[in-house]
Structure formats: C-alpha cells, structure tokens
C-alpha cells in the first residue's frame, strides 16, 4: 500500500467513526450533545414539531429550518437548574403521543394560559416559547436577511425620519 | 540575576487606565520603565478573541450559563460580564477577599486592565467637586482645584481622544474634545423641557473617549475613527475607543524604553531604612510562584484603588508597621464609591417622526449635578450626575403564536419613544468604609486577603429618594407616561467606581498622600489611581485619574531631576 492511500484510508476511517453515533442510533440519543439532560430521539422530534408550531414555516424559515429546538435544549440543558429542566421535562410529557391537530390544540391552550392546565405544562411552554423566540431573532438567517444585525454600523443618526401613517 | 539587572529607573504597578498613562509619560521622557502586571497578556487587535463575532456566534446568544453565574456571583451582576467578554474579567474563585459588608468587587487582571471594559465616559472635574469638601465639611481639604489639573485634562484629552461640546458649563468644564456624538429626538427634547422648566438644569451628549474624528495624533497609535459598533468591552478592531492596549502600552513600547511583565503580582513595596525610601518592589509570579525583587528610583502605584490600598497595607517595615506612609493611619480608610442603586424608565408618545440609525458609543445624554451645586439646599450633603437616553423598538406583541408570532417578530412598526436614566450619586467617604488585610488567611500567591467593609449611609437614601423624585417630576414635565422608579439597589463596588484608601490632603497628619499624589511619607512613591481621591463627586473618575497620573510623573521626573528623589 503506497502511503498516500494508507492517509486516505485513515481519513476515510476517522469520517466514518465521527459518524458512526448517528448511524447507530434508533431510539437513541437527541443529536447534539448535552450535559445534563436526558432526551431521547422522540422527544428530540416532539419538540421540533412544537418548535414549529410556534414558528412556523411561511414563506420564510421557520423553526424547523433553523433548528431551534435544538437551541432550545442547549440553553435548557446549560442555562436552567435541575428543576426547572424536570419541570421542562414533565411539562413535555403532556405533549408526548400528540401530533398534528390535537398537538396544534394542546399548544394553543399552553399558549392562551388555559385555566386548570398543570403548571409544569405552563412552565415547558414559557422556556419552549421564549427560547425559541430568541433562538429565532438571534439566528443568522434572520440576522442576515429579515431583521438585519450590523457588526460595524459606522453611523449614528439620531433624527432618522420614520414614516408616519 | 543581579541586582543591578532587576534596576530600571521608574517602577509602574498596574497596566490599566492610570499605569498605561504612567508608562506613556515615564518612557517618552527617557526612563527605562518596568510595567508589572498581575494578569496575562493581552495585545491591541491580537487578543480580542470576540471582536468580530455575530450574535449567533456565541454558544448561548451571549448568555451566561447556570454554571458560571453559580460559580461566579459576585462579577456575574457585572452588566458586561456575559459570554462575550467574560475572559476579561476575574472569576470570584481566582482572587478571593472578605466580604465584612457586601461589596462587588469587579477586576480585570490582565495587561490593560479594565481600561478594555470600562463605560468610556470622561468628563471633567470643576472646582464645584473639588471644593466639596471644605465647603460641605466632609473628608480634608482637596490639596487640589481645576486649575492645577486644566492643562493636564487638555494634554490627555488630546491624546486619548474626547467626544464631546463645549457646553459652556462651570459645573462641567470644557476640555479640548473631538466633535460631539449628537443627542437624538427625545434627548435634545428633554434638554429643552429642562431649560425651559428649570434653572441650572441641563442634559448635554456624554463626553466619551471615543475617535469621532481622529486626528493626527491618533493615527500615529494606529488608532481609526469609532465604528458605532457598541461592542466596546471585546477589544475594539480599530482602536475607536481609548484603552491602555491600544494607545498608551504600544506607544510607550515604541520608545524602547519599556519592560512589561505580565503575570507578576507585586506582593510589596520595599522600604529601604538606610536611604529613606522605597527601593523597589517584591513580585511573586503568578504561575510559579516564585519571587523576584526589582529595584528603581521612582515606584507608581497604580494598581487599581482596592488593591493600591492592599499593596501599601501590605509594605510593612521597621518604620512603616502600618503599612507604608501610613503615619497618619488613614491608609485603607474613607473608601468611597458612586451611588449607581437607582434608575427610572418611562416613554414618550411624541416625536415618532423619528427614530434612531446606527449606534451611539456615548450613551446618549448626560445631566451633570445640579443638588446643592450652587449652596446647600436640601437635608442631604452633594448631589448625583445622571445619565439620560432615549430609544424606540419595533412593537411586537408575542402573546400569539404561529404564523400570528412570526409576523409580530418581524414586524418593523415601531413602539414609542423608550427613555431611561440612571443615578450616580457622589458618596461621602467614612472612616467606617475600610479596607483593611485580614490576620490569617492569604491567597494562593502567599498575599493577605483583603476584608472589606463600605455600606451606604443615611445620606445615600436620602439622595436617592431625592433622584427618583426629581426625575419623576422632570419626566412628568415633559410628558412622558408609564414612568417606572426603580430603587432595586445594588451593593457598592458594582458601580466599579471604587475610590480612596490612600487619599490626597495637605496635612500628612490626616492624608496618605501630597498634591503631588507623593506619599508623605515616602517621596518616591507615587499613587495616582482610584485609591488617590480625596471625594468621589459624581463623574466618572478614569479621565481624572489620567490628568493626575501625566501630572504626577512630570513632577516625578522634574524631582529625580533635580536629585531630590
């Protein structure tokens, strides 16, 4: 084996090992890594439906196309003490087994503040929501084309005339 | 090595605001100089890791994670320590003390210092604040007035570069300034409700150290205009911001006279009986513990004010058994700081033909004191400076969701005029506000841990009340709605304006320090930072701190000169 074939092999090898977790997952793991937080792939899942839900697809991207759930459970897992992620956790629970309308229905009651709902239903739609509101403003996509970020604005107009009416 | 390889003529401790300006001054009159800094490198451009990096850079949108804020609860209240620049600062870990009462003690331990992260804000002394004291009875005299400072203001303002109008104000001296960031709509509206509603009441665009329109001089620092970009506490990529990395360390390296040692905590002065003076400084390296001596002709002090205080408390002797030039025991004590525990917000329904484009890096308005200016008129001693600015953002209403969020989130309608102040109040120092060594416990560097002990008093509540009353009549002057008084309170130190310990006076009796920022009692050391100040008034002291460092080592030079240190 000459040598250049012998490095690209060892390439090949360290490719396929850097994707050999996901390859094996079935039930398995949320697909980014997490410290505390247990979650599994239907969770992951749930929660991106949710996600997009909230935010949804229109003729722009929405939660789906920017991975905000995936957000959601990176501040969740490295920003909120172990109660509020159990809570978090519980309150998804409420979620589990839901899809399309009755998912949709169950959201808009979280959302509206529904009397009698649990409280730990209340507290996973306050994160879930507000996490991805902010994953969603802070993201490049919107960053960069709807509500445009600029790291050097080089200006300063204190009397910028804004349309009335 | 010997010793004569460890001499250099001027010893500076610090690299921040006041001993990147100690350095500047020492090596361009041709002393070879030693800057010993405690922290870790950090060169202008090369480390600024974040400068250049967007919002969704950061892991957590800039947030600060459980962990950290746990780990960290003192310097996690600092409104600039979150993901972005967080390496500047010290995590409480890394450098205990003692809390006798609670203070927030925020540092920055690197070369530079906090002159990376400070608010930038530069306004002038009158002699309305350096009267104070002998005119309100409090503290000693200030062996100082305007006059003694007003060129050296010029001088540093001319180098650092200061934003600012000539407002024409006594209580607020002019200086030589770039031009203006302009106020906006609702800022110069406000000024105008206060001139006409109010007698000596005014809000003028903030003096900052910033490059509106650089000049020459600052071009030669490598220095380009201010971007407007408000990123400030990363480490500015072009320089637009006055900071000891960007201007005053690579000037002085540029005369070849400098020698800066990172990672080199200075554990005491040393005091020579024989000669009378201090001979030079003991250093522990930080990583490896080891000590080295270093020995000069002229010592500043410039630590920043807590740990100047530490450094002399700490440089005992046969003849200083207090710590030295402490004769008149006064050394840690009448520590002072501003009043920062008070904001209010409210809005305006006007003025929505206009809005805001870009950035401003000053902050907006600024309302120099107007209490007890002129004579004593209230049942508090002095007064508060305040800070005033205005803004408006799109108005979205997030209570939906689904497509009905998503438009909200985007939409460009904008809510009205949102204006906010905040207090920050002169306090009177105490010989009750100390900070004093503790007897046993030391840090990892074998240094005595500090204990502090500074609180509020009567007078602060009541100026504060007075602020939150002034404010709500003047914002319901000029018709603004849903005013919002906030006297949540924050302990002191978290307004980072920590100053005294080592103050100036006449009388050594009752002083640390002469007009010259001199010890009394040891003339060849010199403190020329916070722990110098006799008061605190209310502006932002880091420009003060400048005047009287270039002050200082022109005296210090001029001295040597003349074979008298």
């Keep these: 084996m000459n040598r250049r074939l012998a490095i690209k092999q060892v390439l090949i090898f360290a490719g396929a090992m850097a994707l050999l977790p996901s390859c094996l997952r079935e039930e398995g793991k949320v697909s980014i890594q997490l410290q505390h937080l247990d979650i599994s792939a239907t969770q992951e899942k749930l929660l991106e439906e949710i996600a997009e839900l909230i935010i949804p697809k229109t003729n722009t991207p929405g939660a789906k196309d920017l991975k905000l759930h995936l957000f959601v459970l990176k501040m969740l897992d490295d920003c909120y003490d172990k109660k509020e992620q159990e809570s978090f956790l519980k309150g998804l629970q409420a979620f589990e087994g839901l899809a399309g309308a009755e998912l949709k229905e169950k959201l808009i009651e979280a959302n509206s503040g529904k009397p009698g709902l649990a409280k730990e239903v209340g507290d996973f739609y306050a994160i879930m929501k507000s996490r991805t509101i902010g994953g969603y403003l802070n993201s490049k996509y919107v960053m960069s084309n709807l509500v445009i970020w600029e790291l050097v604005p080089g200006r300063y107009n204190g009397y910028f005339p804004v349309k009335t009416a | 090595m010997s010793k004569k ?15 990147g300006w100690a350095a500047k001054e020492f090596t361009e009159k041709g002393l ?6 405690r922290g870790r490198d950090v060169k202008h451009l090369i480390d600024y890791p974040t400068t250049n990096k967007y919002p ?24 600039a320590f979150r993901e972005d620049a967080m390496h500047f600062f010290v995590k409480d870990k890394e450098h205990p003390y003692v809390q006798e009462k609670p203070f927030d003690w925020i540092r920055g331990y690197q070369v530079g210092g906090k002159s ?12 309305f604040d ?5 005119r309100d009875d409090f503290a000693v005299d200030w062996p100082i007035r305007h006059k003694d400072l007003d060129s050296w203001y010029s001088y540093v303002e001319q180098f650092a570069g200061i934003s ?32 006409e509603k109010y007698t000596g009441r005014h809000v003028i665009s903030s003096r900052c150290a910033h490059l509106s329109q650089p000049r020459q001089v600052h071009f030669d620092q490598g220095r380009g205009k201010c971007q407007n970009r408000n990123l400030c506490q990363r480490g500015c990529p072009f320089g637009g911001y006055f900071s000891s990395n960007a201007s005053t360390l690579p000037w002085a390296a540029k005369t070849g006279n400098l020698t800066l040692k990172p990672f080199s905590v200075v ?28 020995f000069a002709k002229v010592i500043f002090v410039n630590a920043a004010a807590i740990n100047t205080n530490l450094i002399l408390l700490n440089s005992t002797s046969s003849r200083f058994p207090n710590g030295l030039g402490n004769d008149s025991g006064v050394l840690g004590k009448y520590v002072a700081f ?8 409210a809005e305006y329904e006007g003025l929505k033909e206009f809005t805001t484009d870009g950035r401003n890096p000053s902050d907006g308005g600024y309302i120099p004191r107007f209490r007890n200016l002129l004579k004593q008129e209230t049942d508090f001693k002095r007064g508060y400076a305040a800070g005033f600015s205005a803004y408006r953002s799109p108005e979205r209403d997030t209570s939906g969701m689904g497509t009905d969020l998503k438009s909200q989130l985007l939409n460009k309608h904008l809510g009205p005029w949102q204006v906010g102040s905040h207090m920050m109040g002169e306090t009177i120092p105490k010989k009750s506000n100390y900070v004093k060594l503790d007897k046993d416990q030391k840090d990892q560097w074998g240094i005595p841990l500090l204990r502090i002990s500074v609180d509020y008093d009567d007078n602060d509540a009541k100026m504060k009340k007075d602020y939150l009353e002034q404010m709500t009549e003047m914002f319901t002057e000029a018709g603004f709605k849903n005013i919002k008084p906030n006297d949540g309170g924050q302990a002191p130190g978290l307004d980072i304006h920590e100053m005294g310990g080592a103050r100036m006076g006449h009388d050594p009796k009752t002083s640390v320090l002469n007009k010259w920022n001199q010890l009394h009692d040891c003339k060849n050391v010199f403190v020329t930072d916070g722990a110098c100040m006799t008061s605190t008034s209310t502006q932002n002291p880091s420009l003060t701190y400048m005047a009287l460092t270039a002050r200082a080592v022109d005296y210090a030079v001029q001295q040597m000169k003349k074979g008298e240190l």
Excluded: M
């Excluded at chain 2, 070879?32 to 800094?37: A, F, G």
């Excluded at chain 2, 109008?165 to 110069?188: I, M, R, S, T, Y």
């Design chain 2, 130 to 134: 350096f009267e104070g004291p002998l």
């Design chain 2, 56 to 79: 969704y850079e950061f892991e957590h949108r800039g947030e600060l994670t459980l962990a950290i804020r746990k780990e960290n609860p003192v310097v996690s209240k600092c409104y």
């Design chain 2, 5 to 19: 390889q460890h001499t250099y003529d001027a010893i500076v401790i610090g690299s921040g605001i006041s001993g």
């Design chain 2, 338 to 345: 501003h009043n920062y525990s008070a904001r209010i917000s």
């Design chain 2, 164 to 195: 600012g109008n000539k407002d024409g104000l006594a209580e607020l001296p002019d200086g030589d300034f770039l031009p203006a960031f302009p106020l906006n709509a609702v800022e110069d509206y406000f000024k105008k409700t206060l001139k």
């Design chain 2, 32 to 37: 070879k100089t030693l800057v010993l800094e």
């Design chain 2, 116 to 127: 990376l992260l400070w608010a930038r804000q530069t306004q002038r002394w009158s002699d």
């Design chain 2, 267 to 294: 554990e005491s002065v040393i005091y020579d009986e024989k000669l009378g003076k201090a001979s030079g400084v003991r250093v522990v390296d930080t990583n490896t513990k080891e000590v080295t001596e270093y």
